[in-house]
């Protein structure tokens, strides 16, 4: 949709932030639009209606809670908005393909850390945006610099070009679901979530978001949004930034201006891999990301 409401689009983040389902007419209230013209303009820019927009976003939420095995299935059921056990069974089953109990039993085998991850995503998806330019700020940070071999590390993700204004809600939707689908499928999560930054220019990313995986995947032609592939091996340049998210363009400038200096060549895009958990970290000041830049080197 190219002319988007004023109001749709913080409308649809506080979906994502929103435990609970949040009625179509307060979700068109706060668009400052009439339930019928919400509904439409909502299903044009998001590909769903706002109904099934939340119940996926819930599913796949209670399917994390899941994962992690800290909650029994109705305290799942309650926190993402279903009012019992049997009615999150039915829903789930028919998204997931198996019940809550089942789904959790191979869910076993995933790496702990991941899970917690991704069950923290939808309150800090918001602070997800790489600005083009370095943050303003004195002085500036001293990044260290290394060069590393890297081995093929398979991954499940989704991709989209993707407006530097709707970077939150790609991400939002992205990460969870290859995290989701991952689970469903019994592969072995490999580590934190990722974006890889494809290309970009002024106005677009064009972006892959997903999680790395043991096992390479083929995935099915009934799932036409996540796609399966690999991070390349070889030589990369790579740097670890400290601080919030919305600072990161400082650590990309400095890998940027170290290539150039170094006589290495850029081989494709770059990626950042979240180290910190958010949930169990919650200064900002102390978030861990590992920004990674392939090269071929002089």
């Known amino acids: 949709m190219s002319r988007r409401p004023e109001g749709l689009l913080s409308v649809l983040s506080g ?6 389902p949040v009625p179509l007419a307060a979700a068109a209230r706060r668009a400052a639009l009439s339930p019928s013209h919400f509904r439409r303009e909502f ?25 992690a095995g800290e909650q029994r299935i109705i305290d799942v059921a309650i926190d993402t908005g279903f009012g019992s056990h049997e009615a999150f069974t039915r829903a789930f089953r028919s998204h997931f393909g198996s019940t809550p109990s089942e789904y959790r ?36 940070v001293a990044y260290t610099i290394q060069v590393e071999t890297l081995d093929e590390m398979p991954v499940v993700f989704g991709r989209r070009r993707v407006d530097r204004d ?22 072995t999560l490999a580590g934190p979530p990722y974006v890889r930054y494809v290309d970009q220019s002024a106005a677009f990313f064009h972006i892959e978001a997903g999680v790395p995986v043991l096992e390479s995947a083929v995935v099915p032609e009934s799932r036409p949004d996540i ?22 363009g400082d650590a990309h400038v400095a890998l940027d201006r170290w290539i150039h200096e170094s006589g ?7 990626w950042e891999v979240y180290l910190t958990d958010p949930g169990e970290v919650p200064n900002p000041a102390d978030w861990r990301t590992k920004v990674i830049w392939p090269i071929r080197e002089p």
Do not use: N
């Not at 044009?44 to 994390?64: D, K, N, V």
């Not at 070889?234 to 930034?241: E, K, L, Q, Y």
């Not at 290495?264 to 770059?270: D, Q, S």
């Open 105 to 140: 039993r191979r869910a076993v085998a995933g790496t702990p850390d991941a899970l917690r991850w991704v069950t923290s995503i939808g309150p800090c998806t918001g602070l997800y945006q790489i600005p083009l330019t370095p943050s303003i700020k004195e002085p500036f």
């Open 166 to 187: 709707d970077m939150t809600e790609a991400l939002a939707e992205l990460i969870p679901a290859a995290y989701g689908y991952a689970v469903e499928s019994g592969l």
């Open 264 to 270: 290495a060549t850029p081989t494709g895009g770059a």
């Open 15 to 20: 979906m994502v932030e929103s435990e609970q």
């Open 43 to 67: 299903e044009a820019f998001a590909g769903e209606s706002p109904a099934r927009f939340q119940r996926r976003l819930r599913l796949e939420r209670g399917a994390a809670l899941l994962a």
């Open 227 to 248: 796609l399966a592939g690999a991070l390349p091996a070889g030589a990369a340049a790579t740097t670890v930034h400290v601080g919030p998210y919305d600072t990161l």
